[in-house]
Structures are given as C-alpha cells and as structure tokens.
C-alpha cells in the first residue's frame, strides 16, 4: 500500500481504498455477496489472485472479517467497512447524474444479469417456476443467449438453456438493456420505441418490466 505521505484523514483513507478493484470489492460485500466467487462474478475482469490480495488487505486493515461456513470462506464487512455503505452509495448517485457515457467495453451480459438476479424483487414473482430468456442482438453468438431461472425465494442466471419451458423472451441489444436497468430510459419507453420486444405468456408479459424492475438507483435525479 503507497502512502501519500500528508495527515489528512482524506488521504490516510485513500491510501486504502483507492487501490484498484478495492472499492468494487466492496460494494459488492455491501450488495450481500459472501462468498469467493460471488464476489468474483460480481467483478468478472477482476484475478482470483487480485481479489485474494485485496481481500487480505481489507481484513488485515479491520474492514472485512473472514470466517469458515461449511467449509468455504466467508467474508462479511465489520462495522468499521460497513460504514462506506453511505458513500459508495453517494458515488453511485453521483456517476448515474453526471457520468453517463457508456463504452463498448462497460457492456458486459454475466455482470448484468447477476446484478438483475441479485436484486430482483422475488417475492412479486409467481411462487413456481418461471423462466425468462434474454437474446442480444449487438453481442457474439455464444453469449447472445441467457436465461433468469426464478424458482420460489431462488434465482440462478444461466448462460446454457435450462431446459425448462421459457414463460418470456426479451429480445434486445445489450446496451438498452444495460440503459433500462441503469434508469438511463425507462422500460415503457423502450417498449415504445421497439427498442425492446417482450413474448410469451399474457400474464408474465404484461409483468415483466415490474417483475424486473431496475437497479435500486436507477431512480436517482439526473440533470436537465
């Protein structure tokens, strides 16, 4: 860890956190994940090896505390990482008013769809199973396919068919999907603008931009 050699308690602060993926890694221990490759698949461009050594330094530093569940490492944020809750959601706030550009290379399926899967309101979902199939037409063929599995209180993203009869296919591009989940523009007017295209059955057709919802900040002001 490099020290900016000043007491500012801002730069003391930065010394730490502003390594990178450190404030990534976290936000995910904020958003409930746990486990290694929970926090993995929340950070898919991220080494295992990396998250291993930042994962060290958060708990050597007294931000995240490790301990065994069945066999597997568990890391849970202490009081003391908790406490960034407050401003990693201020960046969050911050990044969808005022830095909204896109590239190419920020449209990622697995990350979207995990962070779809991880905050969907499961309990507005019928109580048995339901299979929604997502196609992308802006994305190479072998990851233009995807399926949201919501089975009770569970939820499981899958990039090979299931195999379970599919009750809704979205059909779109990668980045207006990204756009609706963000807040970027909203569900109807994606609909509207056939930027999105919903089939399947009447009832979770209807639904399914409730049933999906966006992402908790997606409601964040933006500016004129």
């Avoid at 990482?81 to 005022?98: D, K, P």
């Avoid at 969907?120 to 802006?138: H, K, L, N, Q, Y």
């Avoid at 949201?148 to 990668?174: M, Y």
Wanted: hydrophobic fraction near 40%.
């Amino acid at each position: 860890m490099s020290s900016y050699g000043q007491f500012c308690p801002v730069a003391k602060a930065m010394e730490l956190l502003d390594e990178r993926w450190t404030m990534l890694v976290v936000r995910e221990l904020l958003a409930g994940s746990t486990h290694f490759n929970d926090l993995r698949r929340g950070n898919p461009r991220m080494s295992p090896a990396l998250l291993s050594k930042r994962l060290r330094t958060l708990e050597r530093a007294g931000l995240v505390r490790r301990s065994t569940d069945t066999g597997r490492s568990c890391y849970t944020l202490t009081p003391c990482g908790e406490e960034l809750r407050g401003i990693v959601e201020g960046l969050g706030a911050w990044g969808v008013r005022w830095i909204g550009q896109l590239g190419e290379q920020d449209l990622d399926p697995h990350l979207l769809l995990w962070d779809v899967r991880r905050t969907i309101p499961v309990s507005a979902w019928p109580r048995g199973r339901t299979v929604v199939a997502f196609e992308f037409d802006d994305v190479t063929p072998r990851a233009a396919r995807w399926w949201l599995c919501v089975t009770g209180d569970e939820v499981d993203v899958c990039d090979v068919d299931p195999g379970f009869g599919v009750a809704a296919t979205v059909r779109t591009s990668l980045r207006t999907l990204t756009e609706v989940w963000r807040g970027d523009r909203s569900w109807s007017q994606a609909l509207t603008a056939d930027l999105v295209t919903i089939e399947g059955t009447a009832s979770v057709t209807r639904e399914l931009p409730t049933l999906l919802g966006q992402m908790p900040i997606a409601a964040v002001d933006r500016p004129a």
